[in-house]
């Protein structure tokens, strides 16, 4: 395993501490980032379990309209490219809240959600969402085959990279799949990850990131053939794959012909491509840091917007504390009166901004530029300033409803 970037020593992302526990000590594990040299997988060590990730776990997807919009979207495209109908059968790996699968409800196409995280779980069935509540493996697909059918399309969407004994878990997709059925899987693309220096996508919940071409050889381990790849703006650049068991595949596409000729020109396709992503890790951190310590000289307010678990590995990576960012916004609910892991930094609810009026938001969720530029666009109100760390530090110039500008700081 080569060395690609090691972040230090974090606690979990999604462990938000309450008041009550900010004197009690706090777990922290390495949060190192290596590479298989042979097949090229970019990887954690699996030092935790995942029922210490997943229980109790406070993500909640349909708090992005832009994650609930885009599910929107690919139930219909899906619908459409693979002929669904009351007599299919969709399954969804991961299925959070039931932010995708209430799409394929409201078809009147019978599904099932797969879900481990009790308190996400329960919101996904009071919206009307069948789901199972499980940790994903090949003794579960064989159990859910036999009661519920095999499965028309099984959808893995930002879940594939959260296993740590992935071998199981991909024959447990084949399992659940028809022999001439569908999976699709979204994952953050390395590709991004390497080349923009996105380091905050890193932290303990993952264990893989995935190039094409990586994703290609785990998938082929259980008989399943990539066909087709879409390029997608989720997380700062994914991709969607669709594949099905290689002896109903056809020849791979051009998009995925092309996307692995990109990999290849951006070096991924070696060891050594991936030791570009240190310097660039370390560039970024040191832009942010001077960036907040002349606002702080120059007696300027900053505030976060968003708490995500990226959010948290940008934040103890680069040291942040309450002296540089004073306190976060969260439209999670679940957040609101706990600190942030390792950084201390409070979490409050969103229409504190309006009160504070804060000088400059740092938007932790960069990659959900778009959606926060229009939320947050009474900040100019004021005169604030709304600024993104990634993947350059760059602010909006020219926020308002009508006019939304972006300069590089």
């Not at 893995?156 to 999976?183: C, M, S």
């Not at 409050?348 to 969720?365: E, I, Q």
């Not at 530029?369 to 993947?391: C, H, M, N, R």
Request: charged residues 20%; aromatic residues 8%.
């Amino acid at each position: 395993m080569a060395s690609v970037l090691d972040l230090g020593a974090t606690p979990l992302g999604e462990k938000f501490l309450t008041i009550d526990e900010l004197d009690l000590p706090e777990p922290t594990f390495p949060l190192h980032l290596r590479l298989c040299e042979n097949c090229l997988l970019l990887q954690l060590p699996a030092l935790i379990a995942p029922e210490d990730i997943f229980s109790g776990y406070n993500r909640f997807s349909s708090y992005s309209d832009s994650v609930v919009r885009t599910a929107k979207n690919f139930v219909v495209d899906a619908v459409q490219r693979l002929g669904l109908d009351s007599e299919s059968f969709v399954v969804e790996v991961g299925s959070n809240d039931g932010y995708l699968l209430q799409h394929v409800v409201n078809t009147g196409i019978p599904c099932l959600g797969i879900e481990p995280s009790a308190n996400v779980r329960a919101t996904a069935r009071d919206r009307g969402v069948p789901t199972a509540s499980a940790f994903l493996d090949e003794r579960l697909a064989r159990e859910l085959r036999a009661e519920h059918g095999a499965a028309d399309l099984v959808v893995a969407n930002n879940v594939y990279a959260h296993i740590p004994d992935l071998l199981d878990f991909t024959q447990a997709l084949r399992g659940l799949v028809k022999d001439e059925g569908w999976v699709t899987i979204e994952v953050h693309h390395a590709l991004k990850l390497v080349v923009q220096g996105q380091f905050d996508t890193i932290y303990h919940e993952r264990f893989q990131y995935y190039t094409l071409l990586s994703a290609k050889r785990a998938l082929a381990t259980a008989g399943l053939a990539v066909v087709d790849v879409e390029s997608l703006p989720a997380h700062g650049g994914s991709i969607r794959i669709w594949a099905r068991p290689a002896r109903m595949s056809a020849p791979p596409s051009e998009a995925v012909v092309d996307l692995l000729r990109a990999e290849r020109a951006a070096g991924l396709h070696r060891v050594d491509g991936y030791l570009q992503l240190r310097s660039r890790t370390e560039s970024l951190r040191h832009s942010l840091l001077r960036f907040l310590l002349q606002c702080r000289a120059d007696g300027k307010s900053v505030v976060g917007y968003g708490a995500p678990s990226k959010g948290n590995t940008l934040l103890n990576y680069c040291g942040i504390r309450s002296d540089l960012l004073q306190y976060i916004v969260d439209r999670n609910p679940y957040k609101h009166g706990r600190f942030t892991p390792g950084t201390r930094i409070p979490i409050r609810d969103p229409g504190l901004l309006a009160n504070d009026r804060p000088d400059v938001v740092l938007a932790l969720p960069w990659n959900l530029k778009s959606e926060l530029t229009d939320q947050l666009s009474y900040i100019a109100d004021w005169g604030g300033e709304l600024v993104f760390p990634l993947p350059a530090l760059h602010h909006a110039t020219s926020l308002s409803r009508n006019n939304i500008g972006l300069a590089v700081l």
